[in-house]
């Protein structure tokens, strides 16, 4: 078992910049592969930026490839989600996930979710 908490999520106007924080508790963090998944209203949930638990290697969504970052702080049991050069199609209640045995982009790899956290990008 492994508890997702977000943060950093708000209001900033395009162009702006946010980071989001997933504070993981529970079992070994590291153990896990962790995403950051997000959802607009009416829209489905769609894969935004993962992250393996052994070599650390990432992966992005095209729409936001070269804007985002993600990393993990093992010794902090958090993962982080840079976003730069935020644009209003970025809006949506973005979540952390952690997914014990597969590296995917696929929403029902993943275990384990947080409650999200609200992004807003105002044009």
């Known amino acids: 078992q492994v508890q997702l908490v977000e943060s950093g999520g708000g209001l900033v106007q395009a162009g702006g910049s946010l980071r989001l924080s997933c504070a993981a508790s529970?079992?070994?963090?590291?153990?896990?592969?962790m995403g950051w998944f997000r959802q607009a209203p009416g829209k489905e949930r769609e894969f935004v930026a993962g992250?393996?638990?052994?070599?650390?290697?990432?992966s992005y969504a095209d729409s936001v490839k070269g804007r985002f970052t993600i990393s993990r702080d093992s010794a902090k049991n958090t993962v982080y989600l840079q976003m730069n050069s935020l644009k209003p199609e970025d809006t949506a209640v973005y979540y952390c996930?952690?997914?014990?045995?597969?590296?995917?982009?696929?929403?029902?790899?993943?275990?384990?979710w947080g409650q999200g956290t609200q992004v807003t990008v105002s044009s």
């Open positions: 992250i393996s638990r052994s070599v650390g290697s990432t």
């Open positions: 996930a952690a997914a014990p045995h597969i590296y995917s982009w696929r929403p029902n790899s993943y275990d384990y």
């Open positions: 529970g079992r070994s963090f590291s153990s896990y592969n």
